[in-house]
């Protein structure tokens, strides 16, 4: 079969199109998938160039998805034909969070999905929401997750709240697109203007340019009439953790998601303890969270904004279009 591998040390000159042997039969409560497409994530960036140290030969990406076309002995919750889609943190199930790394991830940890083929457990996957294709359902399992995670799971959201998304990576514009589904305003910065309109194509009640408005924070409260967002989806860190701090209100959540700004900078933490905010760190979700979030999609004409799609043996342009940051929601690899 097509796979992906990254060589040591990283770098998008070190991936390669190899052919490997196809896996086997599935064993008990295993089931066999062919891949059909993934779709792009900071974090697959961040291994495949290298600044997440993986293993020699990994085959990246976390996302996955496909059509189960084989059943181990004891599965229960898929047969062949299946459209399924995979998870991001295989061993949490459900609950509270347990892990505090990254070594189960595919496409970190373990192989991950640039590849045709794969046997894995059962529970490491779900049902694609119903109508979707392969590719708008590889762009779930990481931001869009994240995003729902974030607003709801963690966040309680509710119709009249307000969120402040920002910019247009697929985490901001899920949470842009979940927020709306469920009757909550939002604003939305970019420093594009031609991207602060099609945010406002896509429900944004206000929009904020950072670069012309750099202190956003103070514009958000005045566009709230002095009281803040409830929630903040925050993918920048240290950078922009203090405006987020300004924008969000007494008592708010800031899910922070995102280190686009670095990975350690000043917090403004007397101010956070005023503001008696919290600030969440989030990674992705549980599979039981994906399974409320597909049900919620499901219920909605919701349908993922996809910027561009490449062929598997393009995944190192696909990479170079990400880092150009002109991309407007998710880029997704398809074969």
């Known amino acids: 079969m097509k796979a992906v591998t990254?060589?040591?040390?990283?770098g998008l000159d070190?991936?390669?199109?190899t052919d490997r042997e196809a896996p086997g039969e599935p064993?008990?409560?295993e089931i066999r998938v062919r891949i059909h497409a993934s779709s792009l994530n900071f974090h697959d960036m961040s291994v495949v160039t290298g600044v997440i140290p993986s293993e020699d030969g990994r085959i990246p990406m976390s996302d996955g998805a496909g059509v189960v076309e084989a059943v181990g002995e004891g599965v229960r919750e898929f047969a062949v034909g299946d459209a399924v889609v995979s998870t991001f943190l295989?061993?949490?199930q459900d609950g509270l969070p347990?892990?505090?790394?990254?070594s189960a991830v595919p496409g970190d940890g373990v192989d991950g999905y640039a590849c045709e083929q794969v046997v894995r457990p059962a529970n490491w996957f779900t049902h694609q929401p119903s109508g979707y294709t392969h590719k708008e359902s590889a762009t779930l399992t990481t931001a869009?997750?994240?995003a729902w995670r974030a607003l709801v799971e963690d966040g309680n959201l509710k119709a009249g709240d307000t969120v402040l998304v920002l910019g247009t990576g697929g985490v901001s514009i899920f949470a842009l697109q979940f927020a709306r589904m469920m009757g909550a305003r939002v604003i939305a910065t970019s420093s594009s203007d031609d991207k602060l309109e099609r945010l406002r194509e896509l429900g944004a009640e206000h929009t904020i340019n950072y670069v012309t408005e750099p202190k956003w924070g103070k514009k958000v409260k005045a566009l709230t009439n002095g009281r803040g967002v409830d929630q903040v989806i925050e993918v920048g860190g240290p950078g922009t953790v203090p405006q987020s701090i300004d924008a969000v209100r007494i008592g708010g959540l800031i899910s922070l998601i995102g280190v686009l700004t670095g990975t350690g900078g000043n917090i403004p933490t007397a101010k956070l303890m005023i503001k008696q905010a919290r600030l969440q760190g989030v990674v992705v979700g549980s599979r039981r969270h994906q399974l409320d979030m597909i049900r919620?999609?499901?219920a909605s004409d919701m349908r993922p904004i996809i910027d561009s799609t490449f062929a598997l043996e393009e995944i190192a342009k696909a990479f170079e279009h990400?880092?150009?940051?002109?991309?407007?929601?998710?880029?997704?690899?398809?074969?």
């Open 6 to 10: 990254v060589r040591s040390p990283g």
């Open 14 to 17: 070190h991936l390669q199109i």
């Open 27 to 29: 064993g008990p409560g």
């Open 90 to 92: 295989p061993p949490w």
């Open 98 to 102: 347990h892990q505090d790394n990254f």
């Open 144 to 146: 869009g997750l994240t």
């Open 296 to 298: 919620a999609i499901e």
């Open 322 to 335: 990400e880092k150009s940051g002109q991309h407007f929601g998710k880029i997704c690899l398809e074969y």
